[in-house]
């Protein structure tokens, strides 16, 4: 008997204490889970990209910090093949090329693990901060009548002389207009989804999808006419990569760890 409650007693704490290392283990994982990605947006209004800081607050809680840029445009904008120049086009009527810069704060809660759903993990998440407009005027170089049967081309900007695509040649070089740049700040709002589904613990491959808004003072002279607005609100799908931060392995928190193929063991 008492060799019997010996071995009991021994077993009993070599099973806490496997338990406890498991344990420790898992929080261990859980606790170094901080997180670095780009991502590649996808808006209603426009294309950008994306970079996203991600601190682990608990469990199932992060703490973000988020950089976006891209570009700002309205639903009304038809690109036009120019008559004069092969391979030129233009947006008949347009003002001003419209970027946005921004940063904010935000956070992400997981819903469902890996383990839940089978591979995929799923979380909501929100941000917001201010946001800048940086827009630039366009110039075009259009046909300017000089004599009953001769034309100059010139370079101006879009104004009401120009009454339709045939006065205008092609569009004028970016790099025209560059001094007149304007910045307007602002405010904004973005809150979605996130379904995380790479094979690998340390690699993020995930795919988000949500709605956001860009909130300014005034409008932003887009368009000539009456369609420019203050309040930018879009829906976005992105697609975003990064890894998982280990401050135990500095070697494998290189981005470039995200395209190696895992080896085989």
């Known amino acids: 008997m008492r060799k019997l409650l010996i071995l009991a007693v021994i077993f009993t704490f070599g099973t806490i204490s496997l338990y406890a290392q498991g344990e420790l283990d898992a929080q261990q994982k859980i606790f170094f889970r901080n997180e670095k990605s780009f991502a590649i ?14 601190k682990r607050i608990d469990y199932r809680n992060k703490r973000l910090f988020e950089i976006d840029a891209g570009t700002l445009k309205l639903v009304k904008e038809y690109k036009q093949a120019s008559q004069y120049v092969q391979g030129s086009s233009y947006i008949f009527g347009k003002l001003n090329s419209t970027i946005f810069l921004r940063s904010g704060i935000g956070h992400q809660h997981e819903l469902f693990t890996k383990a839940d759903q089978g591979g995929i993990a799923v979380r909501y998440f929100y941000s917001a901060g201010p946001v800048f407009a940086i827009y630039k ?51 904004y709002a973005k809150a979605g989804f996130n379904f995380e589904y790479s094979k690998e613990d ?64």
Do not use: C, W
Request: net charge positive; charged share 20%; glycine share 8%.
């Open 202 to 265: 340390k690699i993020i491959h995930a795919i988000e999808f949500g709605g956001q808004v860009n909130a300014f003072p005034q409008k932003i002279p887009i368009m000539a006419g009456s369609d420019n607005k203050a309040l930018f609100f879009s829906l976005f799908v992105s697609y975003r990569f990064g890894i998982v931060l280990d401050p135990l392995d500095p070697e494998s928190n290189k981005l470039s760890n995200i395209f190696r193929r895992k080896k085989n063991n």
């Open 41 to 54: 947006l996808l808006n209603s209004d426009g294309i950008g990209l994306s970079y996203r800081g991600a």
């Open 137 to 187: 005027p366009i110039y075009y170089r259009v046909l300017h009548l000089v004599s009953a049967n001769a034309y100059e081309v010139i370079e101006k900007k879009f104004d009401s002389s120009i009454a339709s695509g045939q006065d205008i040649y092609s569009k004028a070089a970016f790099t025209k207009g560059l001094d007149e740049t304007k910045v307007m700040p602002g405010l």
